[in-house]
């Protein structure tokens, strides 16, 4: 992964020292951003992402070019669990160093995820003139895919938390001092911790000449991530144990309950440009 990474990112310099004789381009792109999951138990409502991008084509011939840039694109999406009144365990330990089953259940609980990330793109165009002043044109390539931030917003209309020590074979349901107990109205932010991953990219679409080397162009693209972006060395309760109270506890999300999931960016929609 890191050496195909380096050689995205070297070629995309070599192509920018190239940059005065390339044509530029601007534009953004609109379509469904689906941050796709293996999280057993979720389901997700998906939301309209979009992105700005501008770069530039080098010609290699009359119908061949090399392409790269800078993409900033945003996914949105709501995540919620399959049975609303589930409950979800993971192990912690208390303040004294015991170990202990945190069993976590919730009344509608809802996740609201925005990501930001940066994509350095590099594809090949294959361009071919079908009429007067109009021109076909199809790109394939791979990104480079970099969230900046993964956020949530976490709300619940109520939470319990409860503790079960199997060496003692005890459950505490109801010590709020201690963090275990019920909690009404929740609502946290959090933050997961992410990498970076290539995704493939294709584009079919047309530009209509609008003038000396101006263009309009319209497309259709389709985006798909390989590997997970999470990045986290443990599994996490999806609200946090806190052991000082029944308030004021984490929001870790619902990816956070299983480490190796697959967390991956897709993406499709409509591109629209300007090439200059």
């Known amino acids: 992964m890191k050496h195909n990474i380096k050689n995205i990112i070297g070629l995309a310099i070599v192509l920018i020292s190239q940059g005065m004789t390339a044509q530029f381009y601007v534009g953004v792109q609109t379509g469904v951003g689906n941050i796709q999951s293996d999280v057993e138990g979720t389901v997700a409502r998906h939301r309209l ?24 694109s945003q996914y949105k999406q709501e995540v919620f669990l399959n049975n ?23 009344s509608n609980y809802k996740e609201k995820q925005t990501l930001h990330a940066i994509q350095i793109p590099l594809f090949l165009q294959y361009k071919t003139n079908i009429n007067k002043g109009i021109d076909f044109n199809f790109r394939a390539g791979a990104k480079y895919f970099l969230p900046v931030n993964y956020k949530i917003e976490a709300t619940a209309d109520y939470v319990n938390g409860t503790g079960y020590y199997p060496d003692a074979n005890l459950i505490i349901d109801d010590l709020p001092e201690y963090g275990f107990g019920g909690q009404s109205n929740y609502s946290e932010s959090g933050e997961y911790n992410t990498k970076g991953v290539i995704m493939s990219s294709f ?14 162009y319209a497309a259709l693209f389709l985006e798909n991530g390989y590997g997970s972006i999470l990045d986290q060395d443990s599994n ?9 109270s029944v308030s004021d506890r984490k929001a870790n999300g619902l990816y956070s309950t299983n480490k190796n999931a697959e967390i ?7 591109t629209l440009g300007w090439n200059f």
């Open 49 to 72: 992402g979009g992105a700005v991008k501008a770069g530039y084509i080098y010609s290699l011939t009359n119908h061949i070019g090399i392409g790269s840039g800078l993409e900033f």
């Open 84 to 106: 609303s009144s589930s409950t979800l365990s993971n192990y912690e330990i208390d303040p004294s160093g015991s170990a202990f089953i945190y069993n976590v259940t919730t």
């Open 203 to 216: 584009e079919l679409g047309f530009t209509f000449d609008m003038g000396t080397n101006n263009s309009l």
């Open 236 to 244: 996490e309760s999806y609200i946090g144990y806190n052991p000082a």
């Open 264 to 270: 991956r960016p897709v993406a499709f929609g409509a």
